[in-house]
């Protein structure tokens, strides 16, 4: 009940209190199921089931987003563990300003709202999966306030865009071990430039750069990951009855810094990330006006990290292979239906960090829905 007030009394506060009817509103519900194994008998799974309201009036905008989850663990022992619970609670508001300026401006203001589960038994971290494997590895966060500014221009057949956020993370308990958690805040850029060739053509390159303070536990420089970087693009083609894109992306993750005994932090000698390439094929059929037929195939690769295979923090390479198919179908003026199916499998060398583990294999699918109304 204490999180719900807090909604509502954003939301209050955001639009007065008379929400004119000319607002719009907008819900979606969903479910999904995730399920994996392993060459090493182990495997887990995932039924994630999320929500999202939004409420739009003029330039206002706000969101309201969460979720439930539960999610199991089999290791080779047979011993399962589980979870299920609320995840956090994301509140998001946005006031735009176009055509008023000589460039349009977006202005944000998100919130985290600690609905979710924290203070692990430390036996249920394993839960916290790799996001390869499952949709949601992190189960609940602190308080959280990101406020964001984001700047955009139409030159011709060019659009180009900017913007900033800065997290500020709250303090929680990350495990019945780790009391206090203090979360580095964290320094978000970003830019976008978009450039249509044609009516059917287009190409976009974008970029994200993250820069993170130091976590803190118990008061103590605890840990502070590296700067994260991401440049990528993508092409896009479009028919009247038909689109398809490919986007490629690249990320690179500067070394982090790790807590010593004698206190304080120390720069790791060499990058514990491996660099990571990303591409996406996707491809749209309109089967009519009311249904869509959709497709994509991706394809992950991480590089092994730059420490010798017998050092404690080696970390193998990864490689990925995801196929997806789904329909997309509007079922009234007001209500869009969408199903989806996708398969993958998985490789993972040894590695010795966190902990060692043998060369794997993976296999899994996730099969999902959702609705979506307007009014």
Not at 83 to 94: R, Y
């Amino acid at each position: 009940m204490k999180t719900i007030t807090w909604v509502l009394l954003l939301v209050t506060l955001y639009f007065g209190t008379g929400i004119s009817t000319a607002a719009d509103f907008a819900g979606q519900i969903g479910a999904q199921y995730d399920w994996w194994d392993s060459n090493a008998n182990i495997k887990g799974g995932q039924v994630y089931a999320p929500f999202r309201f939004e409420i739009h009036h003029k330039q206002f905008s706000a969101t309201v987003l969460g979720g439930y989850a539960y999610t199991y663990y089999t290791p080779a022992s047979g011993s399962t563990r589980s979870l299920n619970h609320l995840l956090d609670t994301k509140v998001n508001f946005s006031y735009e300003i176009l055509d008023r300026l000589p460039v349009d401006v977006l202005i944000g203001l998100d919130f985290n709202l600690p609905t979710g589960k924290t203070g692990h038994h430390p036996a249920d971290l394993v839960l916290a999966m790799d996001p390869e494997l499952v949709s949601i590895n992190r189960f609940g966060e602190g308080y959280n306030i990101n406020p964001t500014f984001t700047v955009a221009k139409e030159l011709g057949k060019w659009v180009a865009g900017v913007g900033i956020g800065y997290v500020w993370r709250g303090k929680y308990d990350f495990s019945a071990d780790i009391r206090g958690y203090e979360p580095g805040n964290i320094l978000n850029l970003s830019a976008e430039v978009w450039y249509d060739f044609s009516p059917h053509w287009n190409f976009r390159l974008f970029s994200n750069y993250a820069y993170y303070e130091k976590d803190r536990v118990a008061q103590a420089d605890f840990y502070q990951e590296g700067t994260f970087l991401l440049f990528g693009w993508g092409l896009g083609y479009r028919q009247t009855k038909w689109d398809a894109g490919l986007t490629l992306r690249s990320i690179l993750r500067d070394k982090s810094k790790f807590q010593i005994s004698g206190g304080g932090l120390s720069t790791e000698d060499k990058n514990i990330h491996g660099d990571e390439w990303l591409g996406d094929l996707s491809f749209r059929y309109f089967l009519g006006e009311k249904t869509t037929l959709k497709s994509f195939l991706q394809g992950l690769w991480i590089r092994e990290n730059g420490y010798p295979k017998e050092s404690s923090r080696f970390i193998g390479p990864k490689e990925k292979i995801t196929l997806g198919v789904g329909m997309a179908r509007t079922l009234s003026a007001f209500l869009q239906g969408e199903l989806w199916l996708k398969g993958f499998v998985m490789h993972q060398g040894e590695s010795r960090f966190p902990e060692f583990q043998n060369d794997r294999h993976y296999h899994g699918f996730s099969v999902g829905g959702q609705l979506t109304g307007k009014f």
